[in-house]
């Protein structure tokens, strides 16, 4: 509760009675005296609707006497700008518009730059370029100049997504070939890490990406060329393998094998395959390779061995003559010598083996499988078809 002093209330109640009694007024307008009374509480009202007029009017009188100091100048005000100062502020927002227009052009310069990488090699893939490289050397962006291009780069980064979805496509092509190459060269006896080798390594330095969406991008790209080039080393791996026919119209007289020796009669083993024919009858290499042997060998008479590589090996047999020296470079259906019945042989004929690190392995899966390595390699070789008859 709030106390009040009702003696002071009744002193000011006592004072405002005093000042505001009941007075009369007496007026002569000139003809006849008039009187006027006007109460107490009458000259209050008038007396506080006087006060508040005279406080709005001292307002007024204020304010209009503060605006016209300042539009005098007598209140100082903030100095205007120089023109050095105004200079220098568009200046600095001709530089920060500068500024963003480079950050523009960048962004775009490496967008179109991933987009031009990233084709050059989906392009060497469906191309089979061997001599294409993985170039994935555009550098990344960052959140903010990705932000500010947005706009401007929006075209190519739609061209990205359409790259990276046919790369997706494209190694899975490419893993399918591989696939079945890999299981063609398991039936001829030869592991496709015979000849897709090589190991990877070194320093981990990791490279920032602007964005998940490039990283992954990136991933599916790097996965595209490895497995293309395992491909590519595959496919390439036809030139060590014996694939073409030694001589024309092949046909055989003896197969790989246990055989009766048609010397002895008895058991024996046949490390390869007798091909007949006349004297002279041309032979071919069966595929690249260096002469290791051109020589006379015991039982195989006047013997060329071709080192293909890779622990491949062909040997051709009973020849009348060797056309071809020791380490000398030869190309698939080369011709190398001639057919004879030199060594240990019952007339003319060519004794025909594949090696693999040294072991001999059948070499009629290697003969019938011409046509699948020849559709399935870019390089081209000459083939030569042919067969006649013989023994050994």
Not at 208 to 225: G, H, K, V, Y
Not at 338 to 362: C, F, K, P, W
Request: hydrophobic residues 45%; glycine residues 10%.
């Amino acid at each position: 509760m709030i106390a009040f002093d009702s003696a002071g209330l009744r002193q000011v109640a006592a004072r405002v009675a005093e000042n505001f009694k009941t007075r009369d007024f007496i007026f002569h307008d000139g003809r006849a005296l008039r009187r006027f009374t006007i109460a107490g509480r009458t000259q209050a009202a008038l007396a506080g609707v006087a006060g508040i007029s005279l406080c709005f009017s001292a307002y007024g009188v204020a304010h209009a006497g503060a605006a016209a100091v300042s539009l005098a100048g007598l209140v100082p005000q903030a100095a205007p700008q120089s023109p050095e100062s105004k200079l220098a502020q568009l200046q600095a927002r001709v530089a920060a518009m500068q500024a963003q227009v480079a950050t523009i052009k960048r962004a775009a310069q490496v967008q179109a730059r991933r987009v031009e990488e990233r084709q050059a090699l989906i392009a060497a893939v469906l191309a089979g370029d061997g001599s294409a490289k993985l170039a994935l050397t555009a550098p990344a962006l960052d959140a903010k100049a990705r932000q500010v291009a947005a706009d401007v780069v929006a075209p190519l980064t739609q061209v990205e997504a359409r790259q990276a979805a046919l790369a997706a496509k494209a190694r899975q092509v490419a893993e399918r070939r591989y696939a079945e190459a890999s299981a063609h060269f398991r039936r001829l006896g030869l592991t496709p890490e015979r000849f897709v080798r090589g190991g990877q390594g070194g320093p981990y330095e990791p490279v920032t990406t602007s964005s998940a969406t490039d990283a992954n991008a990136d991933a599916q790209f790097r996965s595209l060329f490895r497995t293309w080039k395992k491909l590519e080393t595959l496919e390439k791996a036809v030139i060590a393998i014996p694939a073409s026919q030694p001589v024309q119209n092949v046909n055989f007289s003896s197969y790989y094998g246990v055989r009766s020796d048609p010397f002895r009669g008895t058991a024996a083993m046949h490390a390869g395959v007798d091909i007949p024919g006349t004297v002279g009858t041309p032979i071919y290499a069966t595929a690249d390779g260096i002469i290791s042997r051109a020589e006379r060998s015991g039982g195989y008479g006047n013997l060329i061995e071709v080192n293909h590589g890779r622990g491949i090996a062909t040997r051709y047999g009973h020849l009348s003559k060797i056309l071809v020296a020791p380490n000398t470079r030869v190309t698939r259906g080369q011709l190398i010598g001639l057919m004879g019945s030199t060594g240990r042989s019952t007339g003319s004929h060519l004794h025909y083996e594949v090696r693999i690190d040294g072991q001999a392995v059948n070499p009629m899966p290697f003969l019938h499988t011409v046509d699948y390595l020849k559709g399935r390699t870019p390089i081209e070789h000459p083939l030569v078809e042919g067969g006649t008859d013989a023994a050994n």
